[in-house]
C-alpha cells in the first residue's frame, strides 16, 4: 500500500511573519532608489533631458527620505547591516549638503572691498509696489539689475534715488550712477535674452566693466543643455566683447552641465564668495526656498570678494549680490 504524502503548508504565523518583513523593506527600497536617483543627477547633471529630472532633486529632502530609511529599519530587528548603511548614507548627505553645496562654515568679510552688482527677477505679483522699490532701494547696489519689473524701475522714487532714469533693456532695467558706456541685446529669441552692458568703473575698478544680463525660459518640458548650446551658438554669432560678468535668471540649478556648456570657463560667484544655504527660487507664501536659480557667472579677470542671497520680503525670487574686484594679471 503506498504512503499518502501529504503536501506542504506554511503555518499562517510564519506566512505573516514573511509578509510583514517583505512589506518592512517597500520604504527601504523606494528611499534607496531616491538616493541612486539624486546621485545619479549629481554625476551626470543635465546634460541629458531624462538626467535633468534628477539634478533637480533638493539635497535636503533626499536625507529626510533617507532618515525615513533609517526609522523604518530600525522598527524591523534584525537589521543592523541596513542600520549601519543608513547611518553612513545620511553621515555622507549630511556632509556634502554642509561642506560642499552650501559651503556652511565659509566665512564671508562685513565689509568686503569692490564694486556691488545687484541683480533681481522682480516679478511684480502678489504686492505693493512700495514694497519693491523700498527692496532695490535697501539692496544699495553700485549697479542694480531688475527682470521682468514693470514700471517700477521708473517711478518718481527709483529716479530721485538713481540720480536719474533708469536705462531700459526689455524685459530688464539697469539703474546706476556710473556712465553706462553700451548697452544692447546680443540674443532676444525663442524666449532666450541676452543683452550686452558696458558700465565705465573705470574709477571705482581701474577699467570699463563688460556685463552679460541674461533671462532664459522657464518651460521645464524644454532641455536645459540644448537650450544652452542654442544660446551659446546665438552669442557667437555676434560681434561682442566677452564678459568680465554674467548675472541673470537662468532657470538651471547653480553646478549644472549647462552654466559651462552657455559659459565655458567662467566660475560662480558663490563659490568663490558665498557661504550658507541658497536658494534664489520660490520664495513667497506657500512657497519653498529650494532652488539656485539666479546665478552671478565671472571670467578670470574678476573677483568676487562677497556673494549673497536676499529676500526682499515680495516676489518669487530672492536678489541677488556680489561685490566685486578686478584680478591683475602680470
Keep these: 500500500m503506498q504512503a499518502s504524502v501529504e503536501p506542504f503548508h506554511t503555518p499562517p504565523r510564519q506566512w505573516t ?19 541612486l536617483a539624486w546621485l545619479i543627477g549629481r554625476v551626470v547633471s543635465d546634460r541629458y533631458g531624462w538626467s535633468q529630472w534628477l539634478l533637480w532633486i533638493p539635497t ?4 529626510i527620505v533617507a532618515m525615513g530609511g533609517l526609522i523604518c529599519t530600525a522598527m524591523w530587528p534584525r537589521r543592523r547591516w541596513m542600520l549601519i548603511g543608513w547611518g553612513v548614507c545620511i553621515a ?3 556632509v556634502y549638503f554642509c561642506f560642499i553645496e552650501y559651503r556652511m562654515f565659509a566665512r564671508m568679510p562685513s565689509d568686503p572691498p569692490g564694486l556691488r552688482i545687484v541683480h533681481w527677477n522682480a516679478t511684480t505679483e502678489g504686492g505693493e509696489e512700495d514694497d519693491y522699490i523700498d527692496a532695490i532701494i535697501a539692496a544699495e547696489g553700485d549697479i542694480t539689475i531688475t527682470t521682468d519689473a514693470g514700471a517700477t524701475p521708473f517711478r518718481p522714487r527709483i529716479w530721485q534715488w538713481n540720480e536719474g532714469t533708469p536705462v531700459s533693456m526689455r524685459p530688464f532695467a539697469v539703474m546706476t550712477k556710473l556712465p553706462i558706456m553700451q548697452r544692447r541685446h546680443l540674443v532676444h529669441q525663442d524666449e ?10 573705470t574709477e571705482q575698478l581701474g577699467r570699463p566693466l563688460t556685463i552679460y544680463i541674461v533671462d532664459m525660459p522657464s518651460d521645464l518640458s524644454l532641455r536645459r543643455a540644448e537650450l544652452a548650446r542654442q544660446a551659446r551658438r546665438m552669442i557667437d554669432n555676434v560681434d561682442a566683447p566677452p564678459p568680465d560678468l554674467v ?11 549647462s552654466l559651462e556648456i552657455m559659459f565655458p570657463g567662467m566660475v560662480h560667484a558663490y563659490g568663490q564668495a558665498g557661504a550658507g544655504y541658497s ?9 519653498w526656498l529650494l532652488y539656485h536659480i539666479d546665478h552671478v557667472l565671472l571670467s578670470e579677470r574678476v573677483r568676487a570678494t562677497s556673494y549673497e542671497i536676499i529676500d526682499p520680503g515680495v516676489g518669487r525670487h530672492t536678489m541677488q549680490a ?7 594679471h602680470p
Design 17 to 35: 511573519r514573511r509578509g510583514l518583513k517583505a512589506v518592512g523593506l517597500i520604504p527601504n527600497i523606494l528611499a534607496a532608489l531616491s538616493v
Design 60 to 63: 535636503v529632502s533626499v536625507i
Design 92 to 94: 555622507l548627505l549630511a
Design 192 to 201: 532666450i535674452v541676452v543683452a550686452l552692458l558696458r558700465v565705465d568703473t
Design 247 to 257: 548675472i541673470g535668471d537662468f532657470n538651471i540649478t547653480r553646478g549644472a552641465a
Design 279 to 287: 536658494a534664489t527660487y520660490h520664495r513667497g507664501e506657500g512657497g
Design 322 to 328: 556680489v561685490t566685486i574686484e578686478l584680478i591683475e
